[in-house]
C-alpha cells in the first residue's frame, strides 16, 4: 500500500520532487521511528549511519513484537505507548496504515514522511551543508540501474517475504518463493 505521509527534508525547506511539501534539514528537529524487524526500516538506519546523521537525527526502536494495538514503544517525545497515537498526532482523521519507518518533525509536530525509500534520499543530500559529509548513494548516470535494482529488491524481496510468509493458499506462497529464486 501506499505509504500516506510524502513531504520531503531539503536544505532550506524548499519543496521536493514533484512539489512534495518541504522541510528545512536543521540539527535536532527531526525523530526516526523504526523497528529492527522491519527490512524497510533498516535502510533509514544504514542510511543515517553513512551519511553521519546521528548526531542530528534522534532515532527510537519501538518493541520487537507487534500485537492487536499495532507497533508498541516507549516514546520520548509524547510518552505514547503505541504508534498509532503518533499518526493520530499528525492527522487526526488518520485511518492508514500504521507503519515505521517514520520521520517525524517535532517542531511543526507532524509526519514528515513514511516511506523509507524516500527518507534514504533525503538523508543522502539535504544535510550534507550541516555534516560535510557529500558521500553520493544516489549518483546521477547510476540512478535508472539502482531504481531497477530496488524494484527488484521491493517486489520480491521486502514485500515478497510478506507475500510468502502471509500466503494463505500454497500456490500463492509457491509464486511468491519462485519470483524471489528466479529473477
Ligand atoms: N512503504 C513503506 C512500508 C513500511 C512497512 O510496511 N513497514 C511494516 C514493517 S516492515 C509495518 O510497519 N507494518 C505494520 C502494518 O502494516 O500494520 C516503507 O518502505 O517505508
Redesign the pocket.
Known sequence: MA?SFRSWLTTDGQAGPDGALGFKAEKGRYHLYV?L?????HRTLISRQLNELQDYIDVTVVEPI?LGN??ELDDPLYGFDFLYQLYLKADVNYEG?????VLWDKQTKTIVS????E?IRMFDTAFNHLTGNVDDYYPKDLQQEIDTVNARVYETI?NGVYRAGFATTQEAYETAFSNYLIR
Open positions: 505509504s523497528s524487524a522491519c527490512p524497510w526500516a507487534m499495532g507497533w496504515r500504521v507503519t515505521v519507518p513514511n516511506e523509507s525509500s527518507i521486502n
